[in-house]
């Protein structure tokens, strides 16, 4: 499997997170809970699934949970991974 491009990846999936409520990236933990510990609300987790699926260009169905920074990494990683395949 071929994981170059993933650090590349995360650190887009993060700055794109830590935009949407101007927290520094350094303090998004992939454990990090977007709604628990940030207050992230349902319009934020939108607008960052609209950004993430402008800038990598895929589509992340309403159902897929995505609660975590962890998820929306490795909900991206690996349908990256499959259109560049």
Do not use: W
């Not at 590349?8 to 700055?15: F, I, N």
């Not at 990683?77 to 499959?82: L, P, Q």
Request: proline share 5%.
């Amino acid at each position: 499997m071929i994981t170059a491009h993933i650090p590349a990846v995360t650190r887009k999936v993060v700055r794109i997170i830590s935009k949407t409520k101007e927290i520094k990236p350094s303090r998004l933990r992939a454990s990090a809970n977007l709604n628990k510990e940030f207050g992230f609300d349902t319009v934020d987790v939108v607008d960052i699934i609209l950004e993430l699926e402008k800038r990598f260009k895929i589509v992340i169905p309403d159902e897929v949970p995505l609660n975590t920074v962890g998820d929306f990494v490795d909900y991206v990683s690996s349908h990256t991974m499959r259109q560049a395949s």
